[in-house]
């Protein structure tokens, strides 16, 4: 059984975030590492922030589309928490409780760095509302693909095509790469969680990278339920009194 933290549901599968700037190609590696892990027979549950379950993609079309901008950054992070707490409840938790393999494109802290990079935002406030959405229940492992903010947005344009940028991919580039300091902040404040890999490389050379890494945690997690089984097997009985 992964571990974590001591707090949140009980779970028995392995919960993997991707996170990172615009045009840093989380997308793109999670629908590969999801092709990956079900040839080898895992199950597989890819999804994505905002959004995810039905009630978080109309959250997601509301935040993206910048209608809920002027509201400010924590009231951003109430409806990313509202989307949240209902992606967690209605795929993200049932998944890990049946043992399966959960990848996410962004989770919580893409709302650490979006929204609690604002100089206006309240960091206890959004501490707090962190806390009391999750529940305890933080991924085993995320993967922060890094790309400096210029080279990323130039890749978004190009994918976007004709289409109008996004709430935020339409920021100026300085902001972006203030944003792609938090998330290296992020990964050096919590390493045993966070790799950072670099996005700059081709494709399949980043897709080997996190295979590699991915393999690493599969492997640490059967020692787990080894370990587990162990401990079950001879622990001593205790007669009833």
Do not use: W
Not at 41 to 60: F, Y
Not at 178 to 192: D, M, S
Not at 196 to 206: C, E, S
Request: charged fraction near 30%; hydrophobic fraction near 40%.
């Amino acid at each position: 059984m992964t571990r974590h933290s001591d707090q949140g549901p009980p779970r028995r599968g392995l919960f993997i975030t991707f996170e990172g700037g615009e045009g840093s190609g989380k997308s793109t590696q999670v629908e590969g590492l999801r092709d990956r892990l079900r040839a080898q027979g895992h199950v597989v549950v890819a999804t994505r922030e905002p959004g995810g379950s039905i009630g978080a993609e109309a959250v997601r079309h509301v935040l993206l589309s910048g209608a809920a901008e002027a509201l400010g950054p924590e009231a951003e992070a109430v409806l990313l928490s509202a989307a949240r707490a209902d992606h967690i409840a209605s795929v993200i938790a049932p998944a890990l409780a049946r043992g399966e393999i959960v990848l996410s494109d962004r989770f919580h802290d893409s709302t650490r760095v979006y929204q609690g990079q604002d100089p206006k935002a309240d960091q206890t406030f959004l501490g707090n509302l962190e806390r009391a959405t999750l529940g305890g229940l933080y991924p085993d492992l995320t993967i922060i693909l890094d790309i400096p903010a210029v080279e990323g947005l130039a890749r978004a344009a190009k994918r976007r095509g004709r289409r109008a940028a996004d709430r935020f991919e339409k920021e100026a580039v300085s902001r972006h790469e203030a944003r792609r300091r938090a998330f290296l902040e992020i990964a050096q404040a919590e390493p045993e969680r966070c790799v950072v890999v670099d996005a700059r490389q081709p494709a399949d050379a980043v897709a080997a990278e996190i295979a590699a890494l991915v393999e690493d945690r599969l492997d640490a997690a059967r020692m787990d339920r080894v370990g587990d089984a162990f401990a079950a097997d001879t622990a001593p009985l205790v007669e009833p009194r």
